[in-house]
C-alpha cells in the first residue's frame, strides 16, 4: 500500500501549467528527500527529478520540483502532447525502513 | 551508455518456480545497489527488495520478504530476482534499476530503470 498520496489524474492544455502534489509524513517526506519518475504508457519509468528539485542531464527546464514540510509537488509548465504520462513521486521511509512510492498520477494533456 | 537489461517474458503455472534476470552495463556493477519494482496490471510502483551487489547484502520489503529472493553474481554484472512457488497474484511487470546514493547514502534515487520484465501466472 501506498504511503505517499498524489492526486489519481491531472490535465491541461499544451502551454498550460500543472502541478501535482504529493502528501506523506514526517517518516518519508519530512525527513527525506523526494524523487519523482515519469512513466510513458507501455515504458519503463524514468528519473525526472531528484533531491527534490534537481534536473537529470536531458529533463527539460520546464519540469520542476519543491518539497516543504512533509509535502512535495511537481510542475510542469508549458504542457506538452509528449508529457502524457505516469508520474510517481518516491522517498525513504524511516518508519518502514524502505523506499515507498506515491500513488500515481495520469497527465492527460486535452 | 549505462543500461540495465531486463530478461524477457514469462508464463508459469501456479506452484512453479522462477528467476529473472537483470545485466548492467557502461558502470562498476559493484559500486551501486540495485532494487526491484513491481507493478502489477494498471497498478502503481511498490518496492520489493535492493541488493547491494559487491556483498549480496539485501534488504527485503516486509510485504514481499519470504516469498521472493534477491541475488547478484558480480562476475557477470547480473542480479536476479526467483520464486519458489509462483502464484496467480505475482503476476505482474517487474523492473529492476540502478541506485544511485551521495551523503553516505542519505540521499538516493534510481537511475537508469531496466526495461521491465513480465511475469504472468495462470494455470
Known amino acids: 500500500q501506498s504511503v505517499l498520496t498524489q492526486p489519481p489524474s491531472a490535465s491541461g492544455t499544451p502551454g498550460q501549467r500543472v502541478t501535482i502534489s504529493c502528501s506523506g509524513s514526517?517518516?518519508?517526506?519530512?525527513?527525506?528527500?523526494v524523487n519523482w519518475y515519469q512513466q510513458l504508457p507501455g515504458t519503463a519509468p524514468k528519473l525526472l527529478l531528484y533531491t527534490n528539485n534537481q534536473r537529470p542531464s536531458g529533463v527539460p527546464d520546464r519540469f520542476s520540483g519543491s518539497k516543504s514540510g512533509t509535502s512535495a509537488s511537481l510542475a510542469i509548465s508549458g504542457l506538452q502532447s509528449e508529457d502524457e504520462a505516469d508520474y510517481y513521486c518516491?522517498?525513504?521511509?524511516?518508519?518502514?525502513?524502505?523506499?515507498?512510492f506515491g500513488t500515481g498520477t495520469k497527465v492527460t494533456v486535452l | 551508455e549505462v543500461q540495465l537489461v531486463q530478461s524477457g517474458a514469462e508464463v508459469k503455472k501456479p506452484g512453479e518456480s522462477l528467476r529473472i534476470s537483470c545485466k548492467g552495463s557502461g558502470y562498476s556493477f559493484t559500486s551501486f545497489w540495485i532494487i526491484w519494482v513491481r507493478q502489477m496490471p494498471g497498478k502503481g510502483l511498490e518496492w520489493m527488495a535492493r541488493?547491494?551487489?559487491?556483498?549480496?547484502?539485501?534488504d527485503y520489503s516486509p510485504s514481499f520478504q519470504g516469498h521472493v529472493t534477491i541475488s547478484a553474481d558480480h562476475s557477470i554484472s547480473t542480479a536476479y530476482l526467483q520464486w519458489s512457488s509462483l502464484k496467480a497474484s505475482d503476476t505482474a511487470m517487474y523492473f529492476c534499476?540502478?541506485?544511485?546514493?551521495?551523503?553516505?547514502?542519505?540521499?538516493?534515487?534510481?537511475?537508469?530503470w531496466g526495461q521491465g520484465t513480465l511475469v504472468t501466472v495462470s494455470s
Open positions: 534499476a540502478r541506485r544511485i546514493a551521495v551523503a553516505g547514502g542519505a540521499v538516493d534515487w534510481f537511475d537508469p
Open positions: 514526517s517518516s518519508n517526506i519530512g525527513n527525506n528527500t
Open positions: 541488493i547491494d551487489p559487491s556483498d549480496s547484502y539485501t
Open positions: 518516491a522517498a525513504w521511509d524511516d518508519s518502514l525502513n524502505g523506499y515507498v
